[in-house]
């Protein structure tokens, strides 16, 4: 499936309700929250907005991105209602982003491992460009599958990659609400 089709497809989804996008945000985002101090925080691949609220509800200045207009009009949405002041962009997480200045934490539940390789490249170029030194890069993917002939999901080469920026704190393991092995990542950078 070509790059376009498969975005076209993953933004309609957001006509409905996307089985991915629950509203909660995931126990992993909230244990990070309890343990860090607030600051400046990115979410790549936002969606609707959900981890945006929690971050800026305890405290953090939040701006998000996704490339689906729809989502960034639930997200924008759902913030006002809530009187936040979080800032939404619809863009492409592999191209130069809508934002100025270093982020203490740059956020992705389930973008990085949709993407193609060309892509991935561009999305390590903006973690480096606007993860502060010394801030946090929390990421959950689906692991890539070899027996599945599939190129998505997070391989060791990516991991590999972002080791070369970022300093390693957690990896967790576990498999998702359709068993599907999927991944937990707590990186720092290198101060």
């Known amino acids: 499936m070509s790059s376009v089709i498969k975005k076209l497809t993953y933004a309609l989804c957001y006509l409905g309700h996307p089985p991915w996008d629950t509203g ?9 929250i309890h343990s860090h101090p607030p600051g400046r925080a990115l979410d790549m691949g936002c969606g609707t907005g959900t981890n945006l609220v929690t971050l800026e509800q305890h405290g953090w200045q939040v701006s998000g991105i996704d490339f689906s207009g729809y989502a960034v009009k639930r997200a924008l949405k759902r913030m006002s209602l809530l009187n936040l002041k979080g800032q939404v962009w619809k863009g492409d997480v592999s191209r130069q982003l809508p934002v100025e200045g270093f982020f203490d934490l740059i956020l992705d539940i389930g973008c990085y491992h949709g993407l193609s390789p060309a892509e991935r490249l561009g999305y390590r170029e903006n973690l480096e460009i606007h993860l502060a030194p010394g801030g946090s890069f929390l990421i959950y993917a689906h692991c890539q599958s070899p027996e599945s002939g599939k190129a998505t999901g997070i391989s060791q080469t990516d991991i590999d990659e972002f080791s070369k ?18 991944s937990w990542m707590l990186f720092t950078r290198n101060t």
Do not use: C, G, M, Y
């Open 24 to 32: 909660v945000s995931p126990p992993e985002l909230l244990a990070f």
């Open 165 to 182: 920026l970022l300093d390693v704190q957690s990896i967790h393991q576990t498999n998702d609400r359709w068993s599907r092995q999927t």
